[in-house]
């Protein structure tokens, strides 16, 4: 199904993540290691792997930079990170530096099946309360700013709006689909068509940037 390779020195946790995947997406490939180096070796080896769970302080990482190395040497391979950390602004610079997800290690086993499931299927994740922070403390640096240029969000469609509205809540592509009673397809191509329309590169900052938006103000029109 699915060729996954968790990259984590800690074998306990290694163990409950292959075993998250393995219960979650059944019949897919896993593979493992414990160091930046090998993960290297590994990502270059197996050029068809769809996902790379990537711990953010195993040896060889020094930080945000083995994430940049491992996106330099496989740019077309999705890679996550998977860590303790909570700091929301290393979550952002992870976003920033090509991650296509962070997953927090204390994140339920439903959470952590949802949000590789999410990622899989090529959208971004990030945990809700690191993207609830982030618009708080928006809101308090730019109180009487909009991220957004009113002129922006004029060129999205009503239906384009009340899916940029359901993606600010956290909603994967498959919740919005069923909230607003439409195919997963539909929603997909919406999604493309806001980021194209927001001038953003992915849905992280989209929903970012729209953490401050009065949509019932834009949807009266």
């Known amino acids: 199904m699915y060729k996954i390779l968790i ?15 393995q219960d979650g997406f059944p019949g897919s490939e896993i593979l493992e290691t414990a160091d930046l180096d090998s993960a290297l070796t590994m990502t270059l080896e197996n050029d068809d792997l769809d996902l790379v769970l990537l711990d953010l302080n195993m040896p060889g990482m ?6 940049i190395n491992l996106r330099n040497e496989a740019p077309t391979i999705p890679v996550v990170i998977v860590s303790a950390e909570q700091d929301k602004q ?19 086993r439903a959470q952590m099946t949802e949000a590789i499931e999410q990622i899989l299927n090529g959208n971004v994740y990030l945990p809700s309360d690191i993207i609830r922070s982030q618009k708080a403390s928006t809101r308090r640096s730019q109180p009487n700013e909009q991220s ?10 009503r239906k384009q709006l009340l899916v940029l509205e359901r993606m600010t809540k956290g909603e994967s592509n498959k919740q ?10 539909t929603v997909k191509a919406h999604v493309s068509a806001i980021l194209r329309k927001l001038n953003v590169h992915n849905r992280v900052q989209a929903i970012l940037s729209a953490g401050d938006i009065d949509f019932t103000a834009y949807l009266r029109r």
């Open 176 to 185: 919005i689909a069923y909230n607003l009673d439409i195919a997963e397809t």
């Open 90 to 108: 290393v979550v952002l610079q992870a976003i920033t530096y090509g991650a296509c997800g962070f997953i927090t290690k204390s994140s339920p």
């Open 62 to 67: 020094h930080g945000l930079n083995g994430l």
């Open 148 to 157: 957004i240029p009113p002129e922006l969000l004029q060129a999205l469609t």
């Open 7 to 21: 990259a984590d020195d800690h074998p306990l946790f290694r163990e409950a993540i292959h075993n998250v995947i």
